[in-house]
């Protein structure tokens, strides 16, 4: 059975950072790009904010670049999404999406940005 987890997703403030992981089980993460969507409060369309390939090259939405950094550790199963100088709109629920042999996803984890 597949499983992607999501955790880290807080409440934090302008300017804050978080840290996102993403953890697969029954499947080898490392023969997957990593994509990283995000849902905004409200929205019904999921945006596309990052990814990294297998061999660990990176790839950003114009709105994240330089404030986003996407990871993986393939020993771990897992992939991660840190995020600095957060701003309101980047809150939302963030997704995890392994792409390859199949596509997943996991069930998300809530980021808000508020003062």
């Known amino acids: 059975q597949v499983q992607i987890v999501e955790s880290g997703g807080d409440l934090v403030q302008p300017g804050g950072s978080l840290k996102l992981s993403c953890v697969a089980s029954?499947?080898?993460?490392?023969?997957?790009?990593v994509n990283w969507y995000r849902q905004s409060p409200g929205g019904s369309q999921r945006e596309w904010v990052a990814?990294?390939?297998?061999?660990?090259?990176?790839h950003y939405h114009s709105s994240t670049t330089g404030r986003f950094t996407v990871s993986r550790d393939n020993a771990k199963n897992s992939a991660y999404l840190q995020m600095d100088s957060l701003k309101p709109e980047d809150s939302g629920i963030y997704f995890c999406?392994?792409?390859?042999?199949?596509?997943?996803w996991g069930q998300g984890t809530t980021v808000t940005v508020s003062s």
């Open positions: 990814y990294v390939t297998t061999t660990g090259n990176t």
């Open positions: 029954g499947i080898s993460l490392s023969e997957y790009v």
């Open positions: 999406n392994p792409h390859g042999p199949a596509i997943y």
